[in-house]
């Protein structure tokens, strides 16, 4: 009898032994009544979330990095033709050119890349990622404040946290539990395409920080007047730190600021 494939600390691995969370994470990329015509899954690992996606796309493309997990996976998914295991590096994937969706139990350490892939890839509709609990809080405002990135992507996407899953619904158990990501790229932007320019050097002087204090950050390149009534306008405070202002609210500084 073979043994058991350990988990490797280099490539960052706690494999999802739980299927109920892996049946909630694969209820949440692919709900109800609904099958994705194509889907890449990051780190296929031993199969376990493979085998309750495949029956909810058309085609379900399975990357997996560890050579060693590969042929178990192709034997596992052998007679599941719509099926194709992937035995590389998701990252170094070419998106697809016809929308797909993404998801999987992405390796923790490799989280911030394969989100970053994601928003690049064009014809993305959605990914729901698995990543660390605090991650997946920050970028989604759970912790009463937002991240650089999400604002600055929030016209395009929309940042949610949908799922918990406990630590101990892993093999080897990590130090904290995770979170389920969903994003979603939006069918209608929030802003014309003209408009991406200056709402990104907007947001990139909101974060250059002066003192977290998001209203001196933008006076050093609006007068104060303007400021204040951009304030006025987003119903924000004076003395707000930049990472408590909501997307929303961001829109509304654009809309004055930068028309």
Partial sequence: MARPTRAS?????NFLTDRAAAGQLARLAVPHGHQTPLLLEVGAGKGA????????CRSLL???????????LRTRFTDTPHVR???????AARPPRTPFSVAGNVPFSRTAAIVDWCL???????ATLLTQLEYARKRTGGYGSWSRLTVLTWPRHEWRLVGRVGRRSFRPVPRVDAGIVRIERRRTPLLDADAYASWGRLVELG???VGG????SLRRAYPRRRVDAAFRAAR???GVLVGEVPPWAWLRLHEVLAP
């Fill in 120 to 126: 690049r890839a064009p014809a993305l509709t959605d």
């Fill in 9 to 13: 600390r280099a490539l960052s691995q």
């Fill in 85 to 91: 295991v992937i035995g590389a590096d998701f990252l």
């Fill in 207 to 209: 974060f250059s920080g």
């Fill in 236 to 238: 924000l405070d004076a």
């Fill in 62 to 72: 399975a990357y997996e990095i560890d050579p060693r997990l590969v042929p178990a």
């Fill in 213 to 216: 204090s998001l209203h001196a």
């Fill in 49 to 56: 979330l493979t085998e309750l996606l495949a029956p909810r």
